[in-house]
């Protein structure tokens, strides 16, 4: 079983930086693909991110590419989105999530363990 807890998220102006992180618990950390997903109001679970465990290998959604990173440090059982150049439209509430897939999947249904999320604000 993995837990896991995201960091607080917060409110942010348009333009800004914004970190948010995300500690699992048990000892298949660094085993697992991570990825970060986010669900704005009235909208579906949108993947943003992921990497895979030994961390050379990550994705992106376009929209996001060349603005966030993902990381991860195996550790500390902990992955990071590094969030710059912050849009209205990236407003969501943001989850961090986990599976044993190979590969690095890019869909919500291939993650088996999800935390809480935390909600990002982007004011204009």
């Known amino acids: 079983q993995v837990q896991l807890v995201e960091s607080r998220g917060g409110l942010v102006q348009a333009g800004g930086s914004l970190s948010l992180s995300c500690v699992a618990s048990?000892?298949?950390?660094?085993?697992?693909?991570m990825g970060w997903f986010r669900q704005a109001p009235g909208k579906e679970r949108e993947f943003v991110a992921a990497?895979?465990?030994?961390?050379?290998?990550?994705s992106y959604v376009d929209s996001v590419k060349g603005r966030f990173t993902i990381s991860r440090d195996n550790a500390k059982n902990t992955l990071f989105l590094q969030m710059s150049s912050l849009k209205v439209e990236d407003a969501a509430v943001y989850y961090c999530?986990?599976?044993?897939?190979?590969?690095?999947?890019?869909?919500?249904?291939?993650?088996?363990?999800w935390g809480q999320g935390t909600q990002v604000t982007v004011s204009s």
């Open positions: 990497i895979k465990w030994t961390g050379s290998i990550t």
């Open positions: 999530a986990a599976t044993r897939a190979t590969g690095v999947p890019t869909t919500a249904s291939e993650y088996t363990y």
């Open positions: 048990g000892r298949t950390f660094s085993l697992l693909t």
